[in-house]
């Protein structure tokens, strides 16, 4: 049996086929999400990130940027006080971040 929901402070988990989704007739057990179809539902980072203006960083800010700290940036003549923009090593993009008076201060933070 396939498991829906996890209660980490139960220890114990709950069978799609016990919730309400299921009861109510706008969801099968065919219409979950699975191991095997997981794929169709996860799109790349980048492709989320297409539209946005990238600021490519050395790997040395993109240290301080995962930890929090911002990083001043203070040629970037693109960007306009409380753009948003996508920092970069290469292209692996790092995160998300506001400009700030010259500065590249993180908002979103990539684990990858």
Same mark, same amino acid.
């Given at each position: ?31 979950? *999400?699975? !191991? #095997? ?7 790349? +980072?980048?492709?989320?990130? =297409? ?36 920092? *970069?090593? !290469? #292209? ?7 400009? +700030?008076?010259?500065?590249? =201060? ?7």
């Amino acid at each position: 049996m396939r498991y829906l929901l996890s209660e980490e402070r139960c220890n114990k988990a709950i069978p799609v086929s016990a919730t309400w989704m299921t009861e109510g007739g706008g969801m099968t057990e065919d219409d979950g *999400v699975t !191991g #095997s179809n997981t794929k169709s539902f996860v799109i790349p +980072i980048e492709s989320a990130l =297409k539209s946005m203006f990238k600021v490519e960083i050395s790997l040395e800010d993109a240290g301080k940027i995962r930890k929090g700290q911002e990083v001043v940036l203070n040629n970037l003549r693109n960007l306009k006080n409380h753009d948003i923009c996508c920092t *970069v090593v !290469g #292209s692996v993009p790092i995160a998300i971040c506001s400009f +700030i008076y010259g500065c590249v =201060k993180p908002i979103r933070v990539f684990n990858i």
